[in-house]
């Protein structure tokens, strides 16, 4: 952490943002800047409320300059006087890509992942599938115990044996059978059953026409990622 | 309190109960019993007033910590690169045959675990078994036999 971090309230530091002078809270993680700024880039294990943990490294920026550049984890990163970022470089979108590939070849299902793959407009995935049904995000196990104070779940084993789980994989007693864990999965919500629903990256947002063009022309909804409206086949014409 | 119960008690005191400890708690009752019998864990989880989620995470988080009873002889197999390439999979084959078990299992009659690690630092004497916290260097198919037998009275 910078030494700023000790610095009192109010004082604000002057960070570099995709080239423009910016002023920053020094209390301020990375993310929390370039969000304040309005500036989107995809996190996955983010979320306001929970403590940041920095696993997902979807929220990757570059920071530096010259050659003295290096990838951070936006999340994860202290703002300090003088910080040089940027958040769209080639380097981080070549990086983003491929870690939302890695995302996705192991959980195809998610929704989260595919619109976010929609967005990013991912075109293909070179990993070998695996269908998992967990990221190990860790923001289920960070909700039960700090929003819902439960403690109920956490983690159990190591490397690639790794999983979410109760106290000896049994029905726990600490759990309240509250849902904060449900919902706040990322992969809990299936994705769409849109054009392509078997293949590793459905891309249906980006692939298709907007089914209401015919109707309305350029007049399009604010649903994002586009197409979002489309529950089944039948809906695509 | 039951008779385990006040060894495990012993053993939390020895670090005053300390959740920082953790491990080496875990390492004292693994010693002591061979294992992690659960209602230990749960016993210690409650003591140091810490999640229990989280004594279960560390226990299966460490190779050297189990939650199945282990055998009372306890064979290693280096499945390292260098055992490897010297046919390490073969002794350990030979091995799951004779005992008639797989790797990670206990024979029923809780006298051999068999298990595989990743190096142990022995390289030049490769392939290695650690039987208990002996070294045998250059195993091969046929010297399973007699390491077996060393054992048998
Ligand atoms: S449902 Fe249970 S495990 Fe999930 S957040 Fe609530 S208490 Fe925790
Ligand atoms: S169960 Fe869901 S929220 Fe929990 S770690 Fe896995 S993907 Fe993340
Ligand atoms: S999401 Fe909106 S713009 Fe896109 S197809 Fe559906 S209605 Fe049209
Ligand atoms: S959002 Fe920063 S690492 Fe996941
Ligand atoms: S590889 Fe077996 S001891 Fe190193």
Redesign the pocket.
């Known amino acids: 952490m910078s030494q700023n971090s000790q610095a009192p309230r109010g004082e604000m530091v002057k960070i570099m943002l995709n080239g423009a002078e910016v002023q920053a809270d020094p209390h301020w993680s990375l993310l929390e800047a370039i969000q304040f700024y309005g500036i989107d880039i995809p996190t996955l294990c983010h979320d306001e409320g929970l403590t940041p943990y920095g696993v997902c490294r979807l929220c990757v920026v570059e920071i530096g300059s010259g050659d003295k550049t290096k990838l951070v984890a936006s999340c994860m990163h202290p703002v300090w006087e003088g910080l040089e970022v940027r958040t769209h470089s080639n380097r981080v979108i070549k990086t983003r890509k491929t870690i939302l590939e890695l995302l996705i070849a192991r959980c195809p299902s998610s929704k989260k992942l595919q619109d976010m793959a929609a967005l990013l407009e991912l075109k293909e995935v070179r990993f070998e599938p695996l269908n998992d049904d967990c990221i190990l995000c860790g923001l ?1 196990v960070r ?2 115990e700090e929003q ?1 104070g ?4 956490g983690f159990a084993g190591r490397g690639p044996e790794r999983y979410i789980t ?1 106290p000896f994989d049994m029905n ?1 007693e ?9 919902y706040i999965c990322p992969v809990v919500e299936l994705r769409c059953q849109g054009p392509q629903a078997e293949t590793v990256l459905c891309s249906g947002c980006i692939n298709t026409e907007p089914v209401c063009a015919p109707d309305y022309g350029e007049a399009m909804c604010f649903m994002v990622p586009c197409l979002s409206c489309v529950k089944g086949p039948e809906d695509v014409k | 309190m039951t008779a385990n119960e006040s060894k495990v008690d012993s053993i939390i005191d020895e670090y005053n109960a300390e959740p920082g400890s953790l491990i080496s708690i875990l390492q004292d009752i693994q010693l002591e019993y061979n294992y992690l019998p659960e209602e230990s864990l749960e016993y210690v989880a409650k003591i140091l007033d810490i999640p229990r989620v989280q004594v279960f995470g560390v226990a299966t988080f460490f190779k050297a910590f189990s939650l199945k009873p282990k055998g009372k002889q306890q064979i290693h197999v280096c499945m390292g690169t260098a055992c490897h390439v010297r046919g390490s999979k073969k002794v350990l084959e030979e091995l799951e045959r004779k005992l008639e078990i797989k790797a990670g299992d206990t024979t029923d009659d809780g006298e051999y675990t068999l298990e595989t690690v990743n190096c142990v630092g022995a390289c030049a004497l490769g392939p290695v078994v650690v039987e208990n916290e002996k070294y045998h260097g250059e195993m091969t198919p046929i010297k399973v036999e007699s390491l077996l037998n060393s054992k048998k009275v």
């Open positions: 289920c909700m039960c819902m439960a403690k109920a779940i109760t726990s600490e759990c309240r059978k509250c849902g904060a864990c449900m």
